[in-house]
């Protein structure tokens, strides 16, 4: 079993900056491509930003493209997000996701995303 661990989350004023951290249990989870989400009550789980697994590659939701960046360490054993220019509507559980090799389906469904963390809140007041 892979373990997430989310940190970071926090209450932050909008127009404010943080960065998420998630940390992998295993070495193998570095052929992972991982993934963000996001979810707000009563709301879906969305998509927020992807890498692969060899870093080669990034994808945002237009939602927070310009503002977030996803990136790993040079372990790639952890993979960030940093968060700038923090609007109210970011405010949300925020998951990392991992996704193993050879999984099919579009990068953006949660269903497609093989572990998952607990979450960390994060919450931006006006």
């Known amino acids: 079993q892979v373990q997430l661990v989310e940190s970071g989350g926090g209450l932050v004023q909008a127009g404010g900056a943080l960065r998420l951290s998630c940390a992998a249990s295993?070495?193998?989870?570095?052929?992972?491509?991982m993934g963000w989400f996001r979810q707000a009550p009563g709301k879906e789980r969305e998509f927020v930003a992807r890498?692969?697994?060899?870093?080669?590659?990034?994808l945002y939701a237009d939602s927070v493209k310009g503002r977030f960046a996803i990136s790993r360490d040079k372990f790639k054993n952890t993979v960030y997000l940093q968060m700038n220019s923090l609007k109210p509507e970011d405010t949300a559980v925020y998951y990392c996701?991992?996704?193993?090799?050879?999984?099919?389906?579009?990068?953006?469904?949660?269903?497609?995303?093989?572990?998952w963390g607990q979450g960390t809140q994060v919450t931006v007041s006006s």
């Open positions: 295993e070495r193998t989870s570095s052929r992972f491509a």
């Open positions: 996701a991992a996704q193993m090799p050879g999984r099919p389906g579009p990068v953006s469904a949660p269903n497609v995303y093989d572990y």
């Open positions: 890498m692969s697994w060899n870093s080669d590659s990034a």
